[in-house]
């Protein structure tokens, strides 16, 4: 395999590329290539049509770029049109190993490194390593085994709303308008206090039907991964940093047990 150097002028894309390449693919592939340069020839037919690279080419022509890198193929005709369709879907038929590809990138990020030369915006960084944590969240954690300890709890032990039926009281005897009772009435129930201790014991009891409504609500957490991405262990991460930051410390440890 010859490889030539050669005046950008004298190449063409392919006229029956079934390849698109979008703007953010060619930006992606115009900062690979300013910050690595050409690591790999394109390949070209003995006209000088480029088989495979046309994005490469078109990024190049894009930056400026007089002379690139090639290697000539005898292929031609159909055995020519097949292989450019070959080397785009054998890359697609790939797979990333997210786990390791998102403990590289952040190891590419921590060495000052800027992602957006191979591709990879912020957000897109943050979206791996958000799926990658959450799954080895979920692979160290096991779930908690329910099983009954004793008698099945009255409901009416399971929680105290007295602080909420007073609110609500309060806001229905109050002259504020109609929608504001309702936003009201609504936010009347972070008041009420759950004993989780007793809801686990209940929910031992259950059948299968309330026990799922249960883990649906949060009450019981039976799937880490599922509370995660409802929100549900984020937010109560959340209350107790808000806890320790207001009390200095005080409570946040009953907060993070709920």
């Known amino acids: 395999m010859n490889f030539e150097t050669i005046s950008v002028a004298d190449l ?22 300013r910050k690595f340069g050409q690591q790999k020839p394109i390949v070209v037919d003995a006209k000088g049509i480029v088989l495979a690279g046309n994005g490469t080419l078109t990024a190049a022509q894009e930056l400026g770029w007089t002379e690139i890198q090639i290697v000539r193929t005898e292929l031609s005709g159909v055995e020519a049109t097949a292989f450019a369709i070959a080397d785009n879907r054998t890359a697609e ?10 403990e590289v990138l952040r190891s590419l990020q921590d060495s000052g490194f800027d992602l957006t030369a191979i591709g990879y915006s912020k957000s897109d960084f943050d979206s791996l390593v958000d799926s ?49 009772k309702r936003f009201l009435k609504t936010a009347a129930a972070r008041h009420i206090v759950f004993d989780y201790g007793k809801i686990a014991e209940f929910y031992c009891h259950e059948d299968k039907e309330t026990q799922a409504l249960m883990e649906d609500s949060a009450l019981v957490i039976i799937d880490f991964k ?10 109560k991460a959340e209350i107790a940093d808000a806890l320790e930051s207001e009390q200095g410390g005080e409570g946040a440890e009953d907060g993070a047990d709920e």
């Open 132 to 180: 990658t944590l959450s799954d080895d969240y979920t692979h160290k954690v096991d779930a908690p085994v329910y099983t009954p300890k004793g008698e099945k709890p009255p409901v009416v032990e399971l929680f105290n709303s007295a602080r909420a039926d007073d609110l609500l009281s309060k806001i229905e005897a109050s002259k504020a308008p109609e929608e504001v």
């Open 226 to 235: 599922k509370a995660m991405q409802l929100g549900y262990v984020k937010l």
């Open 93 to 102: 038929l790939a797979e990333w190993e997210e786990d390791k590809l998102g």
């Open 12 to 33: 063409s894309l392919d006229p029956s590329n079934v390849r698109k390449h979008s703007r953010r693919n060619l930006d992606a592939i115009k900062a690979s290539l």
